[in-house]
């Protein structure tokens, strides 16, 4: 298609034409009239044709400038309105992807719609609906669009009828509008998921449960038809953990070929089964997913985030069930040095004891029985130290309970056992992780140990204060006989105040014990959510 040329161009070379024709046509009148020289004809001849020739050729030259301006002029409004529509699905587009959801994207698209129209519209997209200010749904006049590929649909209240052209605009609107609206869509689908991995983090600890609730939201969100999870083991076996609809052996294997090459890079193990690694600085297993190839890849970038996520939740679980063996084993050297510092002792004690009270009965039977109640006295405070030690050692199911009642539960059968009073302040509520909460709860046990065992206090006070999502603080005080600073270690469980020391600060948290002698104990620890 040739350019069209511009009007200035046109007009220079009109100027230099239309001279030259008129004074061709001039020429030519005056040699037609030449037989009539001298005769009154020629005279009206001329006048005629000077002016009326002129002023037609005037008027002509005149009216083809001004359609040439009205043409450029109406071309000039078409370039501003579509502009003005192009700035106005810019403005759509964008407001679109800044909002937090598909409601609040609906309501910034509608508002950018009817700008951009000069009209009322409304939006309606899953059931949610946006209007405009000034739409009015009731109108004869409505003019509705579908959205395609969107089980929504436009609806514009025109003050008119539509022309054609905006007709055509009206459904390139509506195109780019069901973009915007499924970027928003997939956006808070994406968070969503983000949302309920993130749940799934905080609210479980068994790695085995925690896998499955993970692979419920990937395929969900993957709109995926089977996957699973594959975890090294020591030998480098991929052994499955987790396996939804897959035709994979249920027993370890050694991955080669694409298995290997994939605890690098994504690859497709099978036709359309992706593998994603699980990599922190090596590789610890394979994230499996099933589905339309051209669809997994579209969202490989988010499986690479969720991968990540799982890989995180695998290290933690295992860093929880490392950190668990460590304490059992802690708590099993406590327990040996108690039995050899405590019972051990007192039963070399009440032995002795014996020992001279049988040989005293014959010769002072009164300091015989003296020593026979020291050592009644003895034994039945030994005997309140092995119930309180077994209590302490009973298993609680934090899962079964809850993390605040068995904290209740345990304080309270606790101070039973103990002979003490407790009062407990706790808060209907707490956003803890599993971690956490177990610190929280060994910190409890250890401070109510340490004051049954050294404080002897008539009252215990527990309270638990939330810092909203930074966490918790847990304060446990009594007032039993205190101690002086400095004397912690010795005797009045020095190694358990340092134990619970390290667990609270392992996980990022603070503690401190303040104890005056005489007046009691407050032991406080803060954690991290």
Known sequence: MEPVPSLYRLIRLYRLVLPLAIVLVV??????????????????????????VGSL??????????????????????????NQRLEAVGKMLK??????????ALAAVVQEVAKALGMGAALTLEGVRATSPGFEPGSDALYTLPLPGLEGKLEVAPPRPLSNEERAFLEVLAAEVAGALESARARSRDLLTLYEVDQALRAEANLGRLLERLMDRILAWAGATGGGVLLLDEENFLQPQVLRNLELPPHAFMPDHRWKEALESPV????????????????????LVQGEAENLRQRLPFLRFLAAQVTLAVRNAQAYLRAEELALTEERNRIAREIHDGIAQALAFMALKLDLSERLLQTDPERALEELHQVKETLRAQIR??????????PIDLERYGFLESVRRYATAFAEQAGFRVRLSLPEKIELSQ????????????????????????LVQVKL????????????????????????????????????????????????VVSVQGQGTSVRAELPF
């Open 27 to 52: 020429v030519l009148f005056e040699i037609s009239l030449e037989p009539y020289q001298g005769q009154p004809v020629a005279f009206w001849l001329r006048l005629g044709f000077y002016g009326l």
């Open 57 to 82: 050729v005037t008027w002509m030259t005149l009216e083809w400038i001004a359609q040439q301006v009205q043409d450029r002029e109406r071309a000039q409004r078409a370039l501003e309105v579509a």
């Open 95 to 104: 407001r679109a992807s800044a909002a937090d959801n598909l409601e609040q």
């Open 268 to 287: 497709f193990v099978r036709e359309n089964l992706l593998a994603v690694p699980l990599r922190e600085q090596s590789a610890i297993g394979l994230l």
């Open 385 to 394: 130290e092995v119930r309180r030690s077994i209590f302490a050692l009973r």
């Open 435 to 458: 971690a956490s909460e177990l610190v929280f709860f060994r910190v409890l046990q250890e401070a109510l140990t340490n004051a049954a065992k050294h404080a002897r206090p008539g």
């Open 465 to 512: 204060t939330p810092l909203g999502e930074r966490g918790g603080v847990l304060e446990i005080s009594d007032n039993g006989r205190g101690f002086k600073a400095g004397t912690s270690a010795n005797g009045l469980g020095g190694f358990g105040l340092t134990q619970m020391r390290e667990r609270v600060e392992a996980r990022g948290g603070r503690f401190e």
